[in-house]
């Protein structure tokens, strides 16, 4: 019996036998991912790393979440742009766990007004 009340998601990640270079997977879709070092010792450096996929992972679910609420909302938004910028201190002494230091995110929408832009970032903010 299955449980409906989770919606679950599932990931994996797997060395790809270059050092500083990982395959993920999910569903049927593949990504490279890299080690977010780019001196060559570390890896090549030219595929996304975990820091980014983790932040347009932000910014995906902030898209469809502003599109989702606009439709609840009954707002004409047409479209919807989220950019994010983070960032952590190379230089801070936190132990084992990177943490970000940073982090700010930026709105732009088309077809609602500015005040239904606004509400729509309220109703986003405060989920």
Not at 75 to 90: I, Q, S, W
Not at 100 to 110: K, N, V
């Amino acid at each position: 019996m299955t449980d409906d009340r989770f919606f679950m998601f599932e990931a994996e990640t797997y060395s790809s036998g270059m050092p500083g270079r990982a395959l993920q997977k999910v569903r049927e879709n593949n990504f490279v991912i890299d080690d977010a070092n780019r001196d060559p010792y570390y890896g090549p450096g030219e595929a996304p790393n975990a820091g980014e996929y983790f932040i347009s992972g932000i910014t995906g679910c902030a898209v469809l979440m502003m599109e989702r609420i606009a439709r609840t909302e009954d707002l004409p938004l047409e479209k919807v742009r989220v950019r994010m910028e983070a960032g952590f201190d190379t230089q801070a002494e936190r132990g084992e766990h990177t943490l970000l230091d940073t982090a700010e995110m930026h709105f732009s929408f088309a077809g609602v007004k500015q005040d239904q832009a606004e509400r729509l970032v309220h109703i986003f903010k405060s989920k």
